[in-house]
């Protein structure tokens, strides 16, 4: 893509060297630089042309989703719907204690009261 030489900017703030005899300014110094604003006009209109041309486009892609997601609707609305399954919920198991590699003294204890209570049952362990 070509690139554009002048901004508003530019074409506003642009000085022309004046010819050394008489008064006015150098006819090949203006000309070049209408040429340069001419190249530039034509940039810009060939980069709208692009732009509209993706625009159509875009807009022609938005009507055919458009009336699809209208006739997938239509469809829908045509069926039945069923009852949507009941699911109970079932309690997630307790998590499991993995016993570490070195029982400490108090994993000890506890797994002593846990067989006391068990083998013993819960009136001893209440005395």
């Known amino acids: ?3 554009v030489k002048y ?3 530019d074409i506003y703030n642009r000085v ?3 010819k050394r005899v ?3 300014y150098d ?3 203006v000309d070049g630089f209408l040429d340069d604003i001419i190249s530039d006009y034509g940039v810009f209109t060939k980069r709208i042309e692009e732009l509209q041309t993706q625009v159509g486009q875009l807009q022609t892609a938005l009507k055919q989703t458009q009336e699809e ?3 997938e609707d239509h469809v829908r609305e045509a069926q039945p719907v069923a009852p949507a399954p009941v699911i109970e919920e079932v309690p997630a198991p307790a998590p499991v204690e993995t016993p570490s590699a070195t029982p400490t003294n108090l994993d000890l204890i506890k797994r ?3 067989l006391e209570r068990a083998v013993f049952g ?3 362990g209440a005395n």
């Open 1 to 3: 893509m070509a690139q």
């Open 7 to 9: 901004t508003q900017k």
């Open 16 to 18: 022309f060297k004046e």
């Open 22 to 24: 008489g008064v006015g």
């Open 27 to 29: 006819p090949n110094d």
């Open 69 to 71: 997601l209208t006739a």
């Open 112 to 114: 002593v009261a846990n």
């Open 122 to 124: 819960s009136e001893n």
